[in-house]
C-alpha cells in the first residue's frame, strides 16, 4: 500500500521555469509533511517542511501548497535554475501520534533544469 | 562535526555472504534510521532506533539485522546476502525534543551489489 503519491515521476523545465510537483496522501493522520532534495552521489537533505494548519509555506525560491480536504501538498521552484537540478521526495508522518520520526516518502522526482 | 558517516562507500559481495554496514553520528540524535533506495521505489525504512539498546522494523525489514550498543553508531546486518538487496544504503539521524522527532540528516550512502 502506497502511503504518498507523487508525481511526476520526472520533469524537465527551461531556467527560470517554475516546475510543480504534486503528491497525495491517503492516511488523515499524517500531519507533517517535509520534502528532500537529493543530488546525485548524495543522501537526501531536508528541503523545506510544512504542518497542516497552514495552507502555504514558503523558504526563499521554494513553496510548499497544502490542500487538507484533498489530501495533497505540492512543491513549487520558482525562478528555477540549473542547479536545482536533483531528485526530490516529498514525504509525511505523524507529529501528534508520537511517531512523527518515521517517514513514509513517495517515489521521487527527476528534476532537470536546462540552462 | 563529520554528521552522518557510513562505512563503506561501495561494497560488492557474493550470493550468501555477510556484511555488516556501519553508521556513525556525532550530533548527539537520539533516532537512527537505516533506509534503502531502489530506482522508481523512493526510500524505504528497514529498520530504526529510538536510542541506544532499543530497535524496530520498518517496512522491509526481512533479510536485515540492526544493533545500536553505542547511541552515536547503528550498524545494519545482512547475514545471506541475496540479489534482491542490492540497492544503495542510506542512514539517517534526527534528535529528539519532548518525544518528537525533528529533521533527518542523512548520511552518504553505501552502494551494495550482490552477484
Known amino acids: 500500500q502506497q502511503q504518498v503519491k507523487q508525481s511526476p515521476q520526472s520533469l524537465i523545465v527551461q531556467k527560470g521555469g517554475i516546475p510543480i510537483i504534486n503528491c497525495a496522501y491517503e492516511?488523515?493522520?499524517?500531519?507533517?509533511f517535509p520534502w528532500y532534495q537529493q543530488f546525485p552521489g548524495k543522501g537526501p537533505a531536508l528541503l523545506i517542511a510544512?504542518?497542516?494548519?497552514?495552507s502555504e509555506k514558503k523558504e526563499g525560491r521554494f513553496t510548499i501548497s497544502f490542500n487538507k480536504s484533498a489530501k495533497q501538498f505540492s512543491l513549487h521552484i520558482m525562478e528555477s535554475q540549473p542547479g536545482d537540478s536533483a531528485t526530490y521526495f516529498c514525504?509525511?508522518?505523524?507529529?501528534?501520534?508520537?511517531?512523527?520520526?518515521?517517514?513514509?516518502f513517495g517515489k521521487g522526482t527527476l528534476l532537470t533544469v536546462n540552462p | 562535526n563529520a554528521g552522518v558517516t557510513q562505512t563503506p562507500k561501495f561494497r560488492v559481495l557474493k550470493t550468501g555472504q555477510s556484511m555488516t554496514l556501519l553508521c556513525a553520528q556525532d550530533?548527539?540524535?537520539?533516532?537512527m534510521y537505516w533506509y534503502r533506495q531502489d530506482p522508481g521505489m523512493g526510500l524505504r525504512l528497514i529498520h530504526y532506533s529510538v536510542g541506544e539498546g532499543t530497535t524496530a522494523k520498518g517496512e522491509v525489514p526481512d533479510g536485515y539485522n540492526v544493533s545500536r550498543l553505542k547511541k552515536q553508531n547503528f550498524l545494519l546486518g545482512l547475514e545471506s546476502a541475496a540479489p534482491s538487496q542490492t540497492s544503495v544504503y542510506f542512514c539517517?539521524?534526527?534528535?529528539?525534543?519532548?518525544?518528537?522527532?525533528?529533521?533527518?540528516?542523512f548520511g552518504p550512502g553505501t552502494r551494495l551489489t550482490v552477484t
Open positions: 550530533m548527539n540524535h537520539e533516532y
Open positions: 510544512i504542518r497542516p494548519d497552514v
Open positions: 492516511n488523515t493522520a499524517f500531519d507533517y
Open positions: 539517517a539521524s534526527s534528535y529528539s525534543l519532548r518525544g518528537q522527532s525533528y529533521e533527518q540528516y
Open positions: 514525504a509525511a508522518s505523524m507529529e501528534s501520534g508520537g511517531s512523527n520520526y518515521k517517514l513514509t
